[in-house]
């Protein structure tokens, strides 16, 4: 059976490895095909406005040499910034996304990630349902060579391989596959029988239906393109001189996300149907319900300072800038998981009297530990905290703080838990 399946992925593997980097090897449905008229009903559901409808959590798994040296929580902290910055500011997706977990897996070997076998287990191995996985690796190589694949999305497991070569739109690339988008360029140099045409208007024979419908990705308000990485120069300018198979002139607009270039920087762009393919996606998924922004659904939803469980991105905490944290959850079929900590930063420029003030916000109190560590991460001071309080720090030189708040005696169940924190120093 086990051998039987890898003979089929293999095979599949094999017949893609010429069509595109990514392993679409089992594409989801795409009821807009032939059909753009349905991706307008989806808007009509969701018009494109400064809304967030979903709000999505990712699982980060960071592979790292057993030094813990290789991508960092650092450089996910800056991603997750740029991939709402795709889909919020420069796009209104109504998608907005955010870290619900960040795994460490101390194993040297996945650093440079094989596209193959390698990918297909380990990403089978490590993957948290519910949550968009998301694979940090250096490298991915095909057989033995390093090629230079930025990313892929792995549609058998749905996964996201991302190397740190392929910031900063590799991300958001690689989430719209994971949303059902193609390249607009698919098929382009395969010929009247496959490629999509310039003309909007042609049909294919022996049938109504319009060949933008029905060929490339499928949508006809991205344009016919052929894969742009071969024809536009380093400042985006499409610089090819080629036409479709029915000689007609390519015209594509060059910044959109899921195209390919050589300079990454020219994709910023999602278009109005892509929007909708990934909004009809995200509202099929089994897990739309936990994902939806409604107030039911604040307790699964971080605060706005998240990711900060680690003192490589800790919160900044200036005197008397009171900060509202929370301890979210989040169903994921198998398991709740739960947030449990928060890193804070203190930056003391002269000595004085410092106190931290931890009050009560909307939702239940939680029971906490805190703890100050200093410059080099020693601790240096601890307190449990069972009700609201003001502390009073011990006499510290000025220097670089971290202070780690922890939820302790957690109930397993999922309620919101938060709390103010706020610094005053005399
Ligand atoms: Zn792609």
Redesign the pocket.
């Known amino acids: 059976m086990r051998k039987a399946l890898i003979v089929i992925v293999f095979t599949h593997l094999l017949n893609i490895l010429h069509a595109?980097?990514?392993l679409d090897m089992f594409p989801k449905p795409h009821p807009w095909r032939g059909n753009n008229q349905f991706l307008n009903y989806v808007l009509k559901k969701y018009p494109i406005a400064d809304t967030i409808y979903f709000k999505i959590p990712l699982t980060f798994w960071i592979y790292t040499d057993k030094n813990g040296f290789g991508p960092g929580p650092v450089q996910i902290k800056q991603q997750i910034k740029m991939l709402n910055k795709f889909f919020n500011q420069y796009n209104h997706t109504g998608l907005y996304f955010y870290v619900a977990k960040i795994n460490f897996v101390k194993n040297r070997r996945h650093l440079t990630m094989g596209y193959f076998f390698e990918n297909f287990f380990t990403t089978t191995k490590y993957h948290i349902p519910g949550t968009v996985n998301i694979h940090l690796v250096r490298n991915i190589k095909i057989f033995s060579k390093n090629n230079n694949i930025g990313g892929t999305?792995n549609s058998l497991t749905q996964a996201l391989i991302i190397t740190t070569s392929n910031f900063p739109t590799g991300l958001a690339?690689?989430m719209g596959?994971y949303f059902g988008l193609l390249?607009p360029h698919r098929n382009w140099n395969r010929g009247k029988l496959f490629a999509e045409s310039v003309s909007r208007t042609r049909t294919v024979p022996l049938s109504h239906k319009r060949n933008c419908e029905v060929r490339g990705d499928y949508l006809c308000d991205t344009q016919a393109q052929p894969d742009l990485s071969l024809f536009c120069d380093e400042n985006c300018n499409y610089i090819g001189h080629i036409t479709d198979p029915w000689h007609q002139p390519y015209h594509p607009d060059t910044d959109n996300i899921?195209s390919?270039f050589k300079n990454k920087h020219c994709r910023k762009h999602f278009t109005r149907m892509q929007i909708a393919v990934m909004l009809y996606n995200v509202t099929i998924n089994q897990y739309a319900k936990f994902w939806r922004n409604i107030p039911q659904n604040n307790k699964f939803f971080p605060d706005k300072y998240e990711p900060d469980n680690y003192p490589q991105i800790a919160t900044l905490l200036l005197p008397e800038q009171e900060q509202y944290h929370n301890f979210n959850c989040l169903p994921t079929g198998k398991e709740t998981l739960f947030d449990t900590q928060d890193f804070f930063k203190i930056n003391f420029v002269k000595k004085g009297l410092t106190f931290i003030k931890i009050s009560k916000a909307k939702n239940l109190f939680p029971q906490l530990k805190l703890t100050i560590y200093d410059n080099f991460l020693v601790p240096i001071f601890t307190r449990y905290i069972t009700d609201p309080t003001i502390i009073k720090l011990p006499d510290l030189e000025p220097n670089i703080y971290y202070i780690k708040i922890q939820q302790i005696n957690r109930p397993k169940t999922c309620n919101l838990y938060d709390y103010k924190i706020k610094l005053t120093v005399y």
């Open positions: 595109q980097k990514d999305y690339h690689e596959h390249h899921m390919y």
